[in-house]
């Protein structure tokens, strides 16, 4: 599930196990020719450094990187090597990081045990003094909207201080603390955008049937207006607003299958295309700091494509791809434009951070996320593609063992979350983890997913346990198929709505999988929307179009509800302070199966929400499942260590 506020953050993927002392090997998968085998810790354990950032001066760079085994904010002057924590939290990660415009504090965004009520907080960099910006109460969610260097003295944040349900956006004082209400929701906004004066202009609105609409406003203080409107079929969202502040460029499927980039005229409201593709959703745009001309769009397709908008950033682009060849990211720059931060994502090996200086077209090499990663041997990750049982295309990405051949393997179908999302090509922890103790790891992009366009989002509505749990069984029949799998050795594991995948393979479908590993996944539909958290009160019409509304419907589509029809032993992990899928979604469920004798695992973590983000927990639960597939699928397994016991979580 996702949240429905437009601006996130993007905090690093979860950390797990640590290394044990030695390794055990099961007798099916006593295989010479594997690879050696990969300690979980240097898989999932906290990365050695990531997300770079740099000052707006160009002088500092900061990044995070462990600090008593937790990820915290580290700084060094770049050119030298004076790294050192500035800011740090014992109890929790720290899991995003940008400057402010003065170039001498961080800012960054931080919650308690999971629950996503996140603060705002500020660190001076010379003293590490560190204060809470947005100390409005612990149910109180707040999020840092915009940070302009041109505007030193304050930056933009959105909070749900003044109802629960909606978020409004404030000025806040970056020396005072003080907050200014800018932008009051009316209720149904679910986003806001600001134009190159910082000034709020546009907003998408959630109306109660479904449809959307963009609106937007001549300055600051001025009324809304509605720009264009677009059905519950159709995706629109504001996107950025052009250098002169006359134009906003949207993205937009109405009068086309996928999503395509934009440029509305706000003096006529007439609009004209800047990037599309027929099967492909728009994805990034890169915005100059300095001209706040548009630069160029990627699109997601089977990997990152980045089209360039303004020609006289080609040869820029052409620098970028010599450089190192995985798939280009951009993580920000530089007030002044000259320098960015770049990263590059391979499947086989760890993410690589560069600085990139336009005006020399050099990059200067920074570091790599998980360095130890590069002793090992890792898999490739292929595109796939196979047709569903009602004949409709399904994109998707394969991964298989080395050094084996690649026939009748152990295998585990990996359900993305979301479902409004998708897989996509690159390094993933949890699928090397999975190829290198011998299993062919399958992602299928179901329908339901996004980035192929509407026709294709849209025929998962209502199919939660139709369609879409077809896919995800296709996906299984088709590695079969192809020889890749032994039919009798499939696992379907996922987290989220991977989760409630992995519920309804086994309950729906109980006879085609061999286990299921489900990670807070929802069991029952109706019980998950009578506890999402009050502010997702403007996607609650989206919910309805795309899962149901009807209480005996949505029942129907619920796992919980044929819980005597699974057969598979199923191992659930859950976090205590789950947001977004309650606790009650695992312990209904497990109890239903216990009631019936059938084969369950549940592990509880009390300091968790969604998804798991302290290192410690990530052990004892990657250990866990990994000892879970081995003994059903026969994967090679690396024993848990000694602090990676799950004795006092199970329930």
Do not use: C
Not at 394 to 409: D, R
């Amino acid at each position: 599930m996702v949240r429905p506020a437009m601006k996130t953050g993007q905090p690093l993927a979860s950390v797990a196990a640590l290394v044990a002392l030695f390794v055990y090997v099961t007798p099916q998968a006593a295989r010479a020719d594997l690879p050696p085998l990969i300690p979980r810790s240097v898989l999932f354990g906290n990365p050695e450094k990531a997300s770079p950032a740099i000052s707006p001066n160009g002088t500092m760079l900061a990044y995070l990187a462990p600090y008593d085994g937790v990820l915290s904010i580290w700084v060094r002057t770049i050119g030298k090597s004076d790294d050192r924590v500035v800011a740090t939290d014992p109890a929790r990660p720290i899991r995003n990081v940008l400057w402010q415009p003065d170039s001498k504090h961080v800012l960054y965004e931080q919650d308690k045990g999971g629950n996503e009520n996140f603060h705002v907080y500020q660190t001076d960099t010379a003293t590490k003094a560190t204060r809470d910006l947005t100390p409005f109460g612990d149910k109180v969610r707040s999020d840092i909207e915009n940070v302009d260097p041109r505007f030193p003295n304050f930056i933009l944040v959105t909070s749900n201080k003044r109802d629960p349900k909606v978020f409004d956006v404030y000025r806040l004082n970056l020396r005072t603390g003080a907050t200014v209400l800018v932008a009051q929701n009316p209720g149904n906004v679910g986003g806001w955008l600001e134009d190159n004066d910082l000034a709020v202009r546009a907003a998408a609105q959630a109306n109660a049937d479904g449809s959307n609409e963009i609106l937007v406003r001549r300055n600051g203080s001025a009324p809304w207006r509605t720009l264009v409107k677009a059905s519950s079929d159709d995706q629109i969202a504001p996107v950025a607003f052009s250098a002169d502040n006359r134009s906003l460029y949207v993205t937009s499927s109405v009068g086309a299958n996928s999503l395509r980039l934009l440029r509305y005229d706000l003096g006529n409201d007439q609009f004209t295309v800047i990037a599309s593709d027929p099967t492909y959703d728009v994805d990034s745009p890169l915005i100059d700091a300095r001209t706040r001309k548009l630069v160029a769009v990627s699109f997601q397709r089977d990997r990152t494509q980045w089209d360039v908008i303004d020609p006289s950033y080609t040869a820029d682009f052409d620098a970028l791809r010599t450089l190192h060849g995985g798939d280009i990211g951009f993580l920000g720059g530089t007030a002044d434009g000259r320098e960015w931060i770049v990263s590059y994502v391979v499947d086989n090996g760890p993410v690589a951070y560069y600085s990139y200086d336009r005006t020399n077209k050099r990059g200067r090499f920074l570091f790599v996320s998980r360095p130890a990663l590069l002793k090992y041997t890792l898999a490739p990750m292929q595109p796939i593609t196979y047709t569903a049982s009602d004949g409709l295309p399904i994109h998707g990405y394969l991964t298989l063992p080395v050094g084996v051949a690649p026939k009748n393997l152990p295998t585990v179908v990996f359900v993305h979350g979301g479902p409004w999302g998708r897989d996509t090509w690159g390094y993933n922890g949890y699928v090397q983890w999975l190829a290198n103790r011998g299993y062919a790891v399958l992602q299928p992009n179901f329908r339901g997913s996004t980035g192929y366009g509407k026709a294709f989002l849209n025929a998962g509505n209502r199919q939660w346990a139709g369609t879409m749990h077809q896919d995800v069984v296709d996906a299984k029949n088709w590695a079969v198929a192809q020889g890749y799998a032994d039919p009798t050795k499939v696992a379907v594991m996922g987290g989220s709505y991977g989760g409630y995948a992995v519920l309804a393979a086994l309950a729906f479908s109980p006879d085609v999988f061999a286990a299921g590993v489900d990670i807070v996944g929802p069991s029952n539909l109706n019980t998950l929307l009578a506890a999402i958290p009050p502010y997702w009160s403007t996607i609650r019409a989206t919910f309805a179009v795309r899962m149901g509304d009807s209480v005996d419907f949505l029942n129907s589509q619920s796992p919980l509800f044929k819980a005597n029809q699974i057969k598979a032993p199923l191992l659930i992990g859950q976090g205590a302070n789950d947001p977004r899928v309650n606790r009650r979604e695992s312990d209904q469920i497990v109890a239903a199966m216990r009631k019936n004798n059938e084969p369950v695992e549940y592990i509880v973590f009390p300091d968790e929400g969604h998804g798991f983000a302290r290192p410690e927990n990530n052990r004892r639960f990657d250990a866990a499942a990994e000892a879970f597939l081995g003994k059903y699928l026969g994967g090679r397994v690396e024993p848990a260590g000694p602090d990676e016991s799950v004795t006092a979580f199970e329930h």
